[in-house]
Structures are given as C-alpha cells and as structure tokens.
C-alpha cells in the first residue's frame, strides 16, 4: 500500500514532465500477439484474413454464408479474402476436429491484413470465434 507521501511525490513529478514540455507516450497499434479489442481497421476497407493453424490439431475455420469449412492441419496457413470491407461486420468461426481447446492470437503485419494465429489451449474455455465489428474493432469470443 502506498503512503500519502509517495502519492504525493509522484503527482509531483507528474507535474513537473508535463510542465517541462514533456508528452506523455501514446500507445503504439498492436502488430503481433495481440489479444481481443487492441487491434482495429478503418471502417469500409477491404481486409485479408490470413488464418495459421500453430496448434497439434486439425481445425476448421469457416466465414458463413460466404466461405464454408475449411480444415486446417497443424502447420497449414489459408487466406480469406473481404473485398467487401468491414460492412457488415465479419464474423469467422474456429474449432479443433478433435475434443482439443484452442486459443487464438491476433497480428496486424499490414494495415490491410490481420493474422489468426491458432494454438493449443491448456484448458476450456476455446476461442470460438472472430469479429470485425462494423466500427473496424477486432474481437475475439
């Protein structure tokens, strides 16, 4: 727990970096291993969904009513291609074909692509699921 006097200090020096000209740092866009909510698109522009099976078994991944499944084995990397933007919102759906949890890990290499990194999970709950909301967020459910 900290004192008063710490608190204190700390306001101050606050204070003194702002009013010395310094900025406080922004946080830079997720790129790589990034998790739900910290990546996001401009709303309307075409995505590339680049999907890569990192885990020990198959999955399937599938963009209803679009793109039906598709099974990925361990290794295997697919591209789902969104010409039609982030309106309305994107949805893809991930399962392992064996009873086997996943996670899923999310990358931006390009302004225009997101990555879907998938690997084993350790326990229930699995990821079941990514969202291009239509306000370009990415989530993971």
Same mark, same amino acid.
């Given at each position: 727990? =900290?004192?008063?006097?710490?608190?204190?200090? /700390?306001?101050? @020096? !606050?204070?003194? %970096?702002?009013?010395?000209?310094?900025?406080?740092? =922004?946080?830079?866009?997720? !790129?790589?291993?990034?998790?739900?909510?910290?990546?996001?698109?401009?709303?309307?522009?075409?995505?590339? %969904?680049?999907? %890569?099976?990192? #885990?020990?078994?198959?999955?399937?991944?599938?963009?209803?009513? !679009? /793109?039906?499944?598709?099974? @990925?084995?361990?290794?295997?990397?697919?591209?789902?291609?969104?010409?039609?933007?982030?309106?309305?919102? /994107? #949805? !893809?759906? =991930?399962?392992? =074909?064996?009873?086997?949890? %996943?996670? +899923? &890990? @999310?990358?931006?290499? +390009?302004?225009?692509?997101?990555?879907?990194?998938?690997?084993?999970?350790?326990?229930?709950?699995?990821?079941?699921?990514?969202?291009?909301?239509?306000?370009? &967020?990415? #989530?993971?459910?």
């Amino acid at each position: 727990m =900290l004192k008063l006097s710490s608190l204190i200090s /700390i306001g101050c @020096l !606050m204070g003194v %970096v702002l009013l010395a000209g310094g900025t406080p740092a =922004l946080a830079q866009p997720c !790129m790589v291993d990034c998790g739900s909510g910290q990546i996001q698109f401009t709303p309307g522009d075409a995505v590339t %969904v680049q999907v %890569v099976n990192r #885990s020990t078994v198959q999955v399937a991944v599938e963009q209803p009513p !679009m /793109i039906g499944p598709r099974t @990925l084995r361990p290794g295997d990397t697919t591209e789902l291609g969104f010409g039609w933007g982030t309106t309305p919102n /994107i #949805s !893809m759906f =991930l399962w392992a =074909l064996r009873d086997q949890p %996943v996670r +899923v &890990r @999310l990358g931006r290499p +390009v302004e225009t692509t997101l990555t879907v990194e998938i690997y084993n999970a350790p326990s229930e709950p699995s990821d079941r699921s990514v969202y291009i909301e239509n306000d370009g &967020r990415v #989530s993971i459910k």
